[in-house]
């Protein structure tokens, strides 16, 4: 069974753009969360979607957007790119947030905002 | 709002070493706490979940406990390895106030282990 797929790996930017990153969760899963990973604040909770819709959303400005399509595959947006949005950013999958399975990572989105 | 520490933030250990991590959480109305590592600029890799309802979990030489009532898990390392040098995370997934607000991970800032030959 194939992991958590999230593409780009890399990627720059500079202030003002936007961008978006794509996560596809393990085959049969259909909740998807999103975290933004930096050295000064750790790992902080970005939004859940679950059978495309936002199920829970961390205190992030409305520059961070997201959506999931039919197919369970999520889309990360960030508008108007600050220096502060540089970060790792990390796509977790499972069949459904509201029990006691494990998140499955993927390995990542690397930001970086010149 | 949970909030998660990890003690020591840094350890570093000669090899074949036993060692003990430490995880504290400030709510005890949790699903599970998940044990992961990650490699330095990588994804995080899950190592043990412990329900909420268990005391502990072991898998190879890997060792985690939970007291939910104290607020504590501790992830235990048995004869450690050079291989075994990464950040080891804990992560609490809360019960949200409401059913369908779905649930989260609340990350400690982990403990970055070296483990020297």
């Known amino acids: 069974k194939a992991g958590v797929t999230q593409t780009p790996r890399y990627l720059i930017k500079t202030r003002g753009q936007q961008v978006t990153l794509s996560c596809s969760p393990i085959s049969g899963h259909r909740s998807v969360s999103w975290y933004q990973q930096t050295p000064g604040q750790g790992l902080q909770f970005l939004f859940e979607?679950?059978?495309?819709?936002?199920?829970n959303k961390g205190n992030f400005p409305g520059r961070f957007s997201g959506r999931q399509f039919s197919n369970s595959r999520s889309e990360m947006n960030v508008s108007t790119l600050e220096l502060g949005d540089s970060a790792l950013y990390l796509c977790a999958s499972s069949g459904d947030s509201l029990t006691n399975e494990k998140l499955f990572f993927g390995s990542g989105t690397q930001l970086s905002v010149l | 709002k949970q909030e998660v520490t990890q003690i020591p933030a840094a350890l570093s250990v000669p090899e074949g070493e036993n060692l003990v991590l430490n995880c504290s959480f400030t709510?005890?109305?949790?699903?599970?706490l998940q044990w992961f590592r990650q490699d330095p600029g990588k994804g995080l890799t899950s190592l043990l979940l412990i329900q909420s309802s268990q005391r502990e979990q072991t898998s190879g030489r890997l060792n985690a406990s939970l007291d939910k009532s104290s607020g504590r898990s501790t992830l235990y390392i048995a004869a450690s390895q050079p291989g075994d040098s990464a950040t080891y995370l804990c992560a609490v997934k809360s019960r949200p106030r409401q059913e369908t607000s779905g649930s989260r991970l609340t990350f400690g800032e982990g403990t970055q282990l070296t483990v020297n030959p």
């Open positions: 709510d005890s109305a949790i699903y599970n």
């Open positions: 979607y679950f059978s495309e819709t936002q199920r």
